[in-house]
């Protein structure tokens, strides 16, 4: 009979990624909280929150979107609650946790989460604060070793296997009910030109020959289809399942700047492999380290009975995600409870076939026609300059260039803060300008400000102009010029 799996190795990565991803994360809140939601923000906390109050109320607003903001948003606050998570977040990098510490990072993330609106509305938001909750319980109380005596409890190793298993199957179904060009193999024909934002070696996979992006779609089968189902199956099938669901992580690092999503997959992916599988792989001074730790172990009652509460918890609220994925009307990145506990997942049920962009625009001129001169302002990784080649922003992200791309395939309406945010250009806001690579406008703002919509495809290496992109404008502009006394922004 083969002995009894352990999971010392896997607690101690699992924890040093996830502190990773918290830390990129909070440092993003740092750079962006600000401009983005801080009282003089595009989308103001001040603003959300009362007007949340003011519809149910401010009690019944803080139980359905549980955040410490609400006793406080000054920017002070805001600062200051993204600089304390990401120093906890690097104490816990540095092989430092304990439940205190990550029940406070995960409570501080959803507090940004619940308030940063549309900023924070991605899928991998409430994955993190689902992943972040399950590894409060991997820990002792107060021991912040990196091998405390507690051994990691077999259930809470469990759940996160089960998180990996939802994870994909979400994107798997997702993208079997969704577009065709999944169920025909030719998704990667058009993915990785028109994915939110390319990295540098985007467009390599994209001229790559068919016959090979193919492959990529069935190889992404077998990743979110079928491996999903031995997360937690016989031990050499459940290593072959973890190393084929994080290989595919690995591309859609290799291939785009997904912000953190598939770095922070990987985290509950690891829960796939135990110590015996990590002794062959880690360094055998951090192996001894943990076989150490087993030896003198003192299993801990307390840890033992909470984590099968937590285990009840979960398996009580996954019924709703589950129905979800057996639904025909399957929905993707949804919550079902104010915490975030346990959600639903899924990424690109559908692929565009043609790539837009908004591009800002202002000039000094008086006269805001076409053949004024109009200059760029360059996106930190969005394209706009024809010969610059995608940067690696990810895990990091730029969020006003995520929210840019949704732009561009909807109306300004439906982004009334697009006209805050030209408001705020024609004022040389500075802000508003963190949120771009440069000023073009260094010594005197604008006159007037335009957005244009392009459609933008990848220019085959080795061409003339050594050019990454083509792009051709797409009609009238997608703003107007607009000056800085223009009444369209005073609502604003």
């Known amino acids: 009979m083969s002995p009894r799996p352990t999971f010392w190795l ?84 540095a092989g430092y946790a304990n439940a205190i510490i990550m029940t406070t990072l995960w409570a501080l993330y959803m507090s940004f989460v ?90 390599w996979f994209h001229f790559l020959p068919h016959g090979i992006l193919k492959g990529g779609v069935y190889f992404n089968w077998l990743a979110e289809g079928i491996a999903p189902f031995f997360a937690f199956g016989p031990r050499i099938a459940r290593h072959i399942a973890g190393v084929i669901m994080i290989l595919l992580q690995i591309v859609l690092i290799l291939s785009g700047n997904l912000s953190f999503l598939n770095w922070l997959t990987i985290v509950p992916a690891l ?110 990784a969005l394209p706009v300059a024809l010969d610059k080649r995608p940067p690696q922003v990810a895990p990091y992200q730029p969020r006003l260039d995520w929210q840019m791309w949704f732009a561009s395939m909807s109306t300004p309406d439906e982004y009334p803060w697009t006209l805050t945010l030209i408001k705020q250009l024609l004022h040389n806001d500075p802000g508003a300008l963190s949120l771009f690579a440069g000023n073009p406008f260094p010594t005197k703002p604008p006159l007037y400000i335009r957005a244009i919509l392009y459609r933008y495809s990848f220019a085959r290496p080795g061409n003339p102009q050594h050019r990454w992109w083509n792009r051709t404008r797409l009609g009238a502009p997608w703003l107007p010029a607009m000056a800085a006394d223009d009444p369209r922004l005073s609502p604003y």
């Open 271 to 380: 829960a796939c492999f135990d110590d015996g599988f990590w002794a062959n792989i880690l360094p055998k001074s951090l192996v001894q380290k943990a076989t150490t730790a087993q030896s003198t172990a003192e299993p801990s009652r307390p840890m033992t009975v909470t984590a099968w509460v937590i285990t009840a918890i979960i398996g009580l609220l996954s019924i709703q995600p589950i129905l979800n994925m057996l639904s025909p009307e399957q929905i993707m990145n949804t919550s079902f409870d104010p915490l975030n506990l346990v959600n639903t997942y899924g990424a690109f049920g559908s692929v565009g076939k043609q790539r837009l962009n908004i591009v800002f625009e202002g000039t000094a001129d008086s006269i805001p026609t076409d053949s004024a001169h109009w200059i760029e302002y360059d996106y930190k």
């Open 10 to 93: 896997t607690r101690f990565l699992i924890l040093r990624l996830l502190g990773a991803v918290y830390a990129i994360a909070f440092l993003a809140a740092i750079n962006q909280v600000l401009p983005l939601i801080g009282s003089h923000g595009l989308l103001p906390a001040d603003t959300f929150i009362h007007r949340i109050s003011n519809s149910i109320g401010s009690t019944t607003g803080f139980l359905r979107l549980p955040s410490i903001f609400w006793f406080s948003h000054s920017d002070t606050t805001l600062l200051s609650a993204a600089w304390l998570g990401f120093l906890l977040s690097l104490l816990v990098t």
């Open 114 to 203: 619940n308030i940063g609106q549309e900023w924070y509305g991605y899928g991998w938001e409430i994955q993190l604060l689902e992943t972040g909750f399950l590894a409060i319980f991997l820990c002792p109380l107060l021991n912040i070793r990196p091998f405390p005596k507690q051994p990691p409890p077999t259930p809470i190793i469990v759940l996160f296997q089960w998180l990996i298993c939802r994870i994909m199957l979400g994107a798997g179904l997702i993208k079997l009910r969704g577009d065709v060009v999944w169920r025909n193999a030719t998704a990667l024909y058009y993915h990785f030109e028109t994915q939110p934002i390319p990295g540098p070696l985007s467009r």
